[in-house]
């Protein structure tokens, strides 16, 4: 069965420096998003991408912040410098189209983002 | 803002035995869509059942089911004949009919299934 997989599972790095976490969502899938989990806290939705533009996203999503699909398959959020309070659980995840509007979204596994 | 209010952190049920997952959200919408997800440890979430909210009719999935409140602003998930992998984190989740995947989830309940 198709997956949406998340590269890496995990990552420390050092408060400034930037992370780029990657994402492969299903093959035939055409909106992409991605969602943060602090510990103890609930998901939350930071940005949604469609046709190679950003559709929808949330305050958190700063500029800071950016996603990329550099090519047919990878979906890439970058963080430019950051800081102790992006250490989360971020999931990427993918829909053919939500155009129904019941659509399911299909969640990787997170990568979990550790900044000191 | 819509927000979703799961107020049970961890349940725990016994195998084979019924248990009861609760979700309160608040919306001043009247098109929206309900969600639980089950997220089993270092696994990714996956749907269990959803639900529209023009539907009066309880969503329905094998051993799943909801009770969905729609004045109460309710949504809670019923799992019968629970079983060992049944256990994980379950999250609420509201999505308006507006959004393009924007969902809005619950801080989760951890449901642990004792043989």
């Known amino acids: 069965e198709p997956e949406v997989t998340q590269t890496p599972s995990h990552q420390v790095t050092q408060m400034g420096q930037e992370v780029i976490l990657r994402c492969v969502p299903i093959s035939n899938h055409l909106y992409f998003y991605w969602y943060r989990q602090i510990l103890g806290q609930k998901v939350e939705f930071l940005v949604s991408?469609?046709?190679?533009?950003?559709?929808?996203k949330s305050e958190i999503f700063d500029d800071q912040f950016s996603v990329e699909r550099p090519d047919g398959s990878n979906f890439t959020l970058k963080i430019r410098s950051t800081k102790l309070e992006d250490s989360a659980m971020y999931f990427c995840a993918s829909i053919f189209t939500p155009a129904t509007n019941t659509g399911e979204l299909f969640f990787g596994e997170g990568s979990r983002l550790t900044v000191l | 803002a819509q927000t979703v209010t799961q107020s049970q952190p961890e349940m725990s049920v016994q195998e084979a035995e019924t248990v009861t997952l609760s979700c309160t959200y608040d919306t001043s919408e009247s098109d929206y869509y309900l969600f639980w997800y089950k997220q089993p440890p270092s696994r990714q979430m996956i749907l269990v059942i959803r639900?529209?909210?023009?539907?009066?009719q309880n969503a329905t999935e094998n051993r799943f089911s909801v009770n969905f409140q729609k004045a109460a602003k309710s949504f809670s998930l019923k799992i019968s004949d629970s079983q060992l992998g049944d256990a994980a984190m379950y999250f609420c989740?509201?999505?308006?009919?507006?959004?393009?995947?924007?969902?809005?989830f619950g801080k989760g309940t951890k449901l642990s299934v004792k043989p």
């Open positions: 991408f469609y046709n190679n533009e950003i559709s929808e």
């Open positions: 989740a509201y999505r308006s009919w507006r959004s393009q995947g924007n969902l809005i």
């Open positions: 639900q529209e909210a023009y539907k009066q």
